[in-house]
Structure formats: C-alpha cells, structure tokens
C-alpha cells in the first residue's frame, strides 16, 4: 500500500513539474505584458523602466528560475495589473466559482440520478425516451449558446430572473455566498442550471446505462422473486450498486467545474475564477495566469490522487495487482 | 417536469429579482477598474470610474475643452511657471477642507505608487517645484515650457492628505523626494472608503472586484447635489450578456453595445446616444528599407515611394466602410483628430479614386502591383478585423494583394511594436484633446531619447516636421501653438506619412428618458447621465 502511495505521489508530482514549464513558456509565448499594460502616452523610457521593473528584461531561463524559486516557497508573484500577490487575488474569487460548482453539481446529481434511473428501468417508454433525447441536447448544445439561450428567456422575455452578475452576498463559514439571500439565490439560478447541464447529462447516460446493467443481475431479479417492493428494490439493491461509478464522475466533475466554469462566468458576468482568467488573458496578466493554472493543476492532481487512494481503498484488486506491477 | 418546478421557483424569486432602486443608476461598463486609487493605473477603464468620486485641479468638458475645476482660475506666469487659484469651500467627503497641501500631496504620491503597470509619473516629472503661497493658491514650476500642463493635470486626481495620514506640513521635492508625506498608502488600501476620499460628486461605499463598484451621494459636493442616490457599476465583459442585462432591466445603461444589436434596442425602445470620439482609425506604412511580408517588389519597399501611398489613400473608400462595416457609427477622417479640435485644419477627405490609384502605381513603377501583409488587431476598435478585411478587398481592385494577418489586442501590439508589419491598422485617442497628441506619437521621429514617436511603428520620419512639432509644443498661446500644429499636421498628410481612415463614434445605450452627455474620450462617467424627469 505504501509503496503504491508513494509511486502514486511521485507521478503527480511530475505532472505538476511538467505542467509549470509547459504553462510558463507557453504564457511567455503570447506576448509582451508591457505592450498591453502601459498608457499609449509613455514614454520610450517608460516602457523600458517597468520592463524592468516587472523583470521581463531578464531571459526566460531565469525568469523561469525565479518563479520556481519563489512558487517553492508558496508565492506565485505579483500581478502586473493589480500590482497585489496572484495568489490572493485567485482566492479571493474562489468562493463564488466554488458556490457555483456545488450548487451546480447539487442540480445535476439530484435531478440526473432520478432521471437516470427512470430511463434506465423503462428505456423503451416515451418518458424513458424523451429523458435520453434531452440528454443528448444538454450534451451537443454548447455552453455559451445555452447559457444565451437561458438569459433570453428567463431574463429578458419573461423577466423572471435577473442576466447576470452575482447579487446581495452576505457571510458564511468566513466567506461572500450569495445562496442566503433571495436576491442572491435570484442571481445562482440560471449560471448553476447552465453549469448543470452538461454534467447532469453525464450522469443521465451513466446512470441509465448501469441501471440497465444491474436491473439484469441476479441479485435484483432474486430480490424481486422474493416479493421485495419495487421501490426498495430500486432504493437500495440498484441505487447501492450503480453509484460507486457515479461518485468517482462526480468527484472528477467537481475539479473540471471549479477549474473550467470559464464559460458559464464569462456568460453570466459571474465574478468568479474562470471570469478572472478570461480578464487576465486579456491584460497579459503572467502571474495571475500562471498561478491560476499551477493552482488548477494542483486541484485536479489532488483529486485525482484521492480518487485513486479511495478506488484502492474500495476495492482491493487495484491494490492487489498494483503492488505485484 | 424540470421546466414547470423551474418556472415555480422563478416565479417565487421574480420579486427578489429586480431590486427597485429610488433614484439609483445602474451602469453596465464594458471592462473593470483595476484598483480604487486614483493614481495606481493610467487606463481609461480607471479613470472613468475615479473622476466620479476624485477631482483635478482643471476640468475637462465632453468635447475636451479644458475648464476651472478644483482650480477656480490659473495663469501662465511665464514659461514654465504657472500660479493655480483653488476653489474655496470645497469639502472632501469626510468633511475635511480642501487646500493647497492636499494639491502638494497628490502630486508627490505619484511616483511614491508601488507597483503601478503604467505610472501617472509621466505628468508629474516635468514638475521641478510646487509653492503653496497661501491655502488656495499654488504655484508650479515645469522643467521645459509645456503649454498643455493644464490639460494633462486632468489626469493627477487630488487625493486627501488627512485621509492618506500625511504631516501638517507637506513640501513638494522634485522626482519624489518630498517631506512630511507620512506613510503613503498603497492601491490596495483604496478599496476602503475611509481612504479614498475625494472631493467629487460621489463617495466611494463598496468594491467588490469583479462584481460591483457602489457609489453614493455626497450631498456636500461644491457644485450643487449630484443626481443619483446611489451609482452601481458592474463590468460586463462580453458584448451579449451586457446588452442582455440592459434588455432584462439589471442595469439602467451600458457603454459600447455591439453595433449589429442597435437596431434591435431601438426597436425595443431604448435610447441610443453616440457622439463622434478623439479616437482615429489610422492606417500606419513602414518607411524603412528592409520592410518585412511585402512580396513581388523584388526586395524593395514601395511603400517609401509617396505615390504608393498616396494610391493607397485614394484606393480606399471611406464612406463605404463607414456605412456598411461600421453602421454609420463613424466618420470618414482626412486628418488625425475630428475638427473643430485644436490643431485640426479641417483638411477634406481624400476622395475615392480607384483609376487614379492605378495610374500612381504604374507611375511609381509597380504597374502590376504587389502583395504584403495587413496586421490588425480583432478585439481593440469596434468592428476593427472587418475594417481591415474590407481595406484588404479594395486595395485587390487597384492590384495591391493583401494578406490580412488578424489577432486578438495582446498579441498585436507586441508583434507591430517588434516591426512585423509592411502596414498595419490601429487606433490612436488624444488624451490631451489636439493635434499634438497624435502628431507626437505616432509620426515625430522615433527616438528613445526625446520620447517622441513612441506609437511610430511605421518609423516615418520628416525632420521639417519634427521642428515645427517641436516649436508648438513649446507654444503657451493657444492661437499661435494651433497654427503650428495645423502646419505639422498637414506637412505629414500631404506626404501621406499616414492615413486616417476614420473617427470612431461611441455608442451608449440607455432606459427611455435617461440622458447622457456623451464624451469625445470615451468615457461614461456617472456624474454626466441625468435622470428621467
């Protein structure tokens, strides 16, 4: 097992070795921050005292150099822009971006499970039918299209619900949430359905198609035979079996959410992570750029270690073939 | 099933939705301040947002005029002297009173902001000395004779040197060695309105980056009661989802609404305000030997040749791309800046003469013409890759083959200030409101030492020019300095050392009845919407 843990540490910590040099060069590829940030009215000098004061007159070995030396030591630089550390600025959007994700995910689980296993039991109904149908939609309609589509409707049509931004905030567990609030709730709704839609899709078909798996086992037809209701047949016999393969996509999905809600935030005028990366590109803004990919890497590898410590936890062939190769 | 219990819960939210706001004004801007100081970034998304709440000893009105501000009147003692009047009785938002320390203060912050991505120090360093002969009335000394001092303290906001917590005494030194400044609080203190207080029509009351900025009132503001309650301005980044916010009624007004939804918001309404801005769509040549992507010329630069140019100017038809590409949201411009602004000589149009054209380049020996690459940006001017491509079609027909090379604002700017392009497009907006802005940036020689021709990438350079350029610049009469700049400007055109295309006009759309003064800068400024009556 340890030996397992400590190969499995070893392969992330190379992906994320991997992935600051890929992220540096490709952000220094993209072109000059000082080009962009300066007022058109400055000077020659000017331009060349905040080149250098930004140290983008040194070569890109050690700039690189000088990143990692400090990223070591848990500081990713200072945005040019804000001229305040990247880190801080990344965090301080985080809650919004994180709120968006569970509240997301809440919708896609809660409703995608159920509906899943509708259309797994009765795949030839029209019900059963129309679920799938819909569920190709939420996967071929792309996000951005949807997301226009929503506020469309929704806000401009029928005023129901405001176009974007993120309303009245107020504090919870020492962060800005906006679910406590009507106002705030107001403003939720149409991002986490545009951010739902695709992963409640997802888990539709995967739930569908496990159902359909496990609804032949003879566990279930045995429960049946023994005169078991149909709904703890489904509560528990096939709700119990098909969701290991659904809590390992939910929990890839949240990172993929918390990293790439960059559409549905730019969408909605959502302040969260994705809006800032989309305005940091903009501006050329290489620190906040790349510690706000160094941090999605992070994220993602960690999860994905997890996820892989639990699978080998849950079940112990992984573990078993893992320590014999 | 999903949509019924959606449309039950929307329902019960629809009241939460659309807060009622008693005399409030929402703004939906296009981009975001990057910070609250007022001196950390020079950068229109700030400073439209800063004038609101911080003021400048002068003023300038929507079409650049430069008037009295925190300064009830000011003279130029001599040539590089000038005596300011401040206003008396103006009160800064915690009460506090306005003086000449609170001047001397701003303007010896400025090169103290750490961090700054373009610093307001390119205002401040001509100034060798400020005096405060008595509390309202204060003397700067500038290094060189600059008849536009004036017009660029527009730019230095007055900040409160009790609220930042510097000494009784403040005494102005040169290249940021003054005394008794205290600590200086830096750009992110400025999110806290106990530290950015000025003396403008509004109070700073929240700053949630990336989400909301909020305004308030202050009802002791010198020139009478600003209109609002309370402002709220939200940057809304993507085109679509702030025209949407307009038509969903989240917000009262948006700047820059997408040319192609115009005709849907007035179909739907709303008001739509525009007015001609200082910014011009220019056309920029290499003038150098060696000139890279220009093909079938056997090496050499045609573009060096004036006919060429003058063929290119006369290939184009501005009219068109005024009307079609740009919706009528621009004007045809034979000169860097709109007339009637200072140094403007109302020089016409160059007619579309596509024959004529020819003729040139058969004369300029290329009969058969070339090919070269056309470098625009996509993203920076309204409808910018568009302009470009339809540049590229007319200068076909005259046999000029262009290849537009097209990318997004970031990248653009890199590669044409490296020299990639034969010629490329791209905007240039008088901050100072004349002639000599333009002039000094974009055709003045370039020269690392002097800092003109900073924008020059085409390298054109007319000495005779530079001295004429020089000698206004150094010209306090306004007749006189906007005589010169007029010759300046027509010895460039005349050599078509660059061609205008045309002036951008900025749109705002608002609610009906809402009004705004719309400004050749460009800026929306909550101060200037007036409300329904």
Redesign the interface.
Known sequence: MIVYLVRRFGQSLLAVIAMAVLVFVGVYA????V?????????????AA?TE?LGLDKPLWQQFGIFVGNAVQGDLG?S?????PALN?IL??LP?TLELAVVALMLSVG?GVPLGIWAGLRPESIAGRTIMGGSILGFSLPNFWQG?LL??V???L?????????GE?TEFLGMQVSFL???G??HL?LPA?NLALFKMSLIIRLTRANTREVVLQDYVKFARAKGLSGRRVVMVHILKNIMIPVITIIGLELGSMLAFAIVTE????W??MG??L??S????DRPVIVAYLMLTVLIIVTINFVVDVIYSLLDPRIRLSEMRG | M?TTK??L???L???????VLAQGLAIGLKS?A??MDPQ????STNIQVHKNVFETLTMQDSVQKVGPGLASEWEAVDDTTWRFKLREGVKFHDGSDFTARDVIYSFCRVPKV??????F??YTAGVTDIIAEDDHTVVFKTEKTNPLFPAEIWSVAIVSADALGAEDDVTFGPQGTCAGLGDVP???AFNDPEIAVGTGPYKLESY?????LVLSRFSDYWDGMPDWERVIM?????N???V??L????VDMIESPPIQDIPRLREAEFKIVDALSNRIIYLHMRHEEGAPSIEGTDGNNPLMDPKVREAISIAINREAIADRIMGGFAQPAGELLPPPMLGTSGRAVDAYDPDRAKELLAEAGYPDGFTMTLGTPNDRYVNDEQVAQAVAQMLARVGIVINVDAS????F???R?ALEFPIYMAG??A?SGEMS?PLK?LVATW??QT?MG??NAGRYSNPEMDKVLLQAMSTIDDAERDRLLQEAGTMVLDDYGIIPLHYEQTVWAMKPGFSYEPRVDQYTMAREVKPAD
């Open positions: 993209i072109g000059n921050p080009d962009v940030l300066i007022s058109p009215e400055a000077t020659q000098s000017d331009i905040t004061r200072t040019f822009v804000y001229g305040r600025i301080e959007r919004a409703l226009m506020i469309l929704f806000a401009v029928l005023g129901w619900l405001p176009a974007g931004g993120r905030t609030t009507l106002d709730l107001s709704i359905i730019t969408v909605f005028a302040p969260g809006k800032l989309i305005d590109i903009n501006l050329l | 999903k959606l449309s819960l929307a329902g939210l629809a009241a939460g939705a659309m807060p975001e990057t910070s950390f970034h020079q950068l750490e961090n700054s991505p373009s610093a120090t390119i830096q750009a992110p949630t980056r990336g989400s909301e939200r940057p809304i980044t993507s679509g989802p702030r949407a916010a038509l969903a009624g989240d997004t604002a970031s990248q700017f890199s590669r200030n240039w907006g901050a802005s940036a020269d690392q800092g900073t924008t």
